[in-house]
């Protein structure tokens, strides 16, 4: 699901950077279509050659930034945002749109609304959810109060909430090589456990939600489990 070519990649890696670094949001980051044209051209190829018709775009996890200042990640948001809309704008037939949302451990879920409303305005059929923006466990379990505003928003709009973790800043994982991924299968599977043994559904009927990587432990721990069989 989620992708972003090389190209931008690296235009919209300097705007974050700049944007941390000078901590003064207010410059708006265009890409032309000629800058577009070329490796999503080379995008379409690949995914030609494998029978894929439609891909949805979304942010890289790993560059949401959600623990950083919110006055610094709304604006990062909006800017990721209004390039996936761009790209989906150009090539319509062959991407559909799955937001970034503004979260922050500090603020409650309702501050994600109005991207939220943004984003579907835009086309878009749904949106990232990190169950732990700050990086460090320390926001509200997916199951809490906490995140109601988002999901009655979400079940309004008929947007989709597609549940994928960011980095991670525990000390204790940071000997581990790739941790993200460890941090991946944690977030994912208690996510999926919260969820499940909760009245999250029985509340907001018509939400829908995908957790990642088939809730992020048992297929991981399957596939570690086979390679390792001798």
Known sequence: MFTATCRRRRISGRF????????????????TEAQLKAPIERHLRMLDSHNIDVQMISPRPVAMMQWESPYLVGPWTE?????????????????????????SRDLDSDNCVPELERAHGLGFVGATVNPDPGGDGLTPGMN????????????ALEMTLVVHPSISRDPRIEILSHSYQF??????????????????????????????????????????AVRSTP
């Open 16 to 31: 974050a950077y700049n944007l941390i670094a000078l901590r003064t949001p207010g410059d708006e980051l265009v890409l």
């Open 144 to 155: 809490d109060e906490y995140w109601y505003a988002l999901y009655e928003s979400a079940e």
């Open 79 to 103: 800017v990721t945002n209004n390039v996936i809309a761009q790209q989906c704008d150009l090539w319509s037939d062959r991407f559909v749109g799955i937001a970034q949302l503004p979260q």
């Open 183 to 224: 941090n991946n299968v944690k977030e994912e599977w208690l996510a999926t456990l919260l969820l499940e043994q909760s009245d999250v559904f029985e509340r907001f009927p018509k939400l829908r939600i995908v957790i990642c990587h088939c809730g992020g432990a048992l297929d991981r721990f399957l596939k570690k």
